[in-house]
């Protein structure tokens, strides 16, 4: 599987189209904003390709593909509302990185203690790790910022031998620089430690940024404006093909889709996304595919039992696709599920029956229980006026016969 990020899907083989249903689709609202328009139009096109983001999908969370994240959010409202809401914490999370990523540089094994040492890097470090002692972006792990340095310190003038000759008063056997230190303001401790010293103490303080942005990334996974703050979309179970697909409608306003699976996928994850557009167009194509077929197959006396592949005979793809998500899911679309509720009142029989009760939602039961009873009431009521129409024909009262 290809795991390497781009920014628009790659170019891939014409799919088999689903019955019954065309794979191209009109133009979307992206694919408007061509480069023969008049410049004043390159703007907001320019806005949405500022930043992107990372989507991950499939099994883990193992594939990642890019994304224009002005592009998503133009085509789904709740992303757009979930990346706005993310804002400022985004600007948590790149300041915590930003800082992570400054002392990366000073620690081992990008520098040594000797060539820390040799290139005077204490004067740049010292104001990073005052910088995360006083104000750390992410203000819920401050506290433990400040207990992460402060031990740090403490353990460094615990020794007298990591101490500078400028010690304002010279330890004795009671005493300890970290005794004389201790009211003294965090840069003047730092000041006094040796070189080597003040790296130690960056290193201990990268060590918990790095702990820091690992926990967040995997706090992400339960919180979607984390990682929209992450600048990350997390579509765990989603098929690579399946985004694939979504982004290519994005870019282009081109729906592929290789079989009516597939094209159920695209569906669900345009529902899940906020993307009413796509999620309308596949919507419409199951609905027109599934109703044309049901009509074909019923005019040609083909059992619904076995078009979804209950009994030998010829299935339906299309058929067997549709009702397996409504008969399963809790999620169906009530277009979808209130076709295949009319079609199994009409249909249903007890072989039938006995080969789905075992699939079939409590909910999709009660419907078609509830659709059963709906109908023989119909019946009944159609029964009792035809009764009636025929009793009043039945009893005309005779005229009585004049002779002209």
């Not at 390497?4 to 170019?11: F, W």
């Not at 007298?160 to 005493?175: D, E, G, Q």
């Not at 793809?317 to 079609?343: G, M, Y």
């Not at 006995?354 to 109908?375: R, S």
């Amino acid at each position: 599987m290809d795991h390497s990020k781009t920014a628009t899907p790659p170019t891939t083989p014409s799919p088999t189209p689903m019955a019954a249903a065309d794979t191209t689709e009109p133009t979307s609202p992206m694919t408007d904003l061509s480069p023969n328009t008049d410049s004043s139009d390159f703007k907001p096109l320019q806005m949405l390709m500022q930043t992107t983001i990372t989507i991950e999908c499939g099994p883990d969370l193992q594939s990642k593909l890019t994304v224009h994240e002005g592009c998503l959010r133009c085509h789904s409202k709740p992303l757009d509302q979930r990346y706005a809401k993310a804002k400022a914490m985004r600007e948590q999370q790149e300041e915590s990185k930003a800082l992570c990523k400054k002392l990366a540089a000073y620690v081992f094994p990008e520098l040594n203690a000797r060539e820390f040492e040799n290139n005077g890097s204490e004067e740049e470090v010292i104001p990073l790790i005052v910088s995360a002692h006083e104000v750390y972006p992410i203000s819920v792990y401050q506290s433990g910022i400040k207990k992460v340095v402060d031990g740090a310190v403490d353990e460094q003038l615990t020794q007298k031998t990591n101490i500078k000759p400028s010690l304002p008063v010279a330890p004795s056997r009671k005493t300890t620089p970290k005794d004389i230190t201790r009211d003294m303001k965090l840069q003047a401790r730092l000041a006094l430690l040796k070189p080597r010293c003040v790296q130690s103490v960056a290193e201990q303080l990268f060590i918990r940024l790095h702990q820091i942005n690992k926990k967040e990334r995997s706090l992400a996974k339960e919180d979607p404006v984390r990682a929209a703050a992450q600048q990350r979309l997390l579509l765990p179970g989603v098929a690579e093909t399946t985004v694939r697909s979504l982004i290519q409608w994005i870019y282009q306003g081109t729906l592929l889709q290789e079989d009516t699976e597939q094209l159920y996928a695209i569906m669900q994850l345009a529902e899940k996304l906020g993307v009413e557009a796509l999620n309308e167009i596949c919507l419409t194509k199951l609905y027109n595919a599934t109703s044309n077929s049901l009509q074909i197959t019923s005019a040609n006396g083909i059992p619904l039992r076995t078009l979804l592949g209950y009994s030998q005979g010829p299935t339906d793809d299309v058929i067997a696709v549709v009702f397996k998500h409504a008969i399963k899911d809790e999620t169906t679309p009530k277009r979808l599920l209130d076709l295949v509720v009319n079609t199994l009142t009409a249909n249903l029989d007890m072989e039938l029956w006995l080969d789905l009760k075992v699939h079939v939602t409590p909910d999709l039961a009660l419907q078609i229980i509830e659709a059963m009873i709906a109908g023989e009431q119909v019946k009944k009521e159609l029964y009792d006026q035809a009764s009636i129409k025929s009793e009043n024909e039945g009893t005309i009262t005779e005229q009585p016969f004049h002779v002209g």
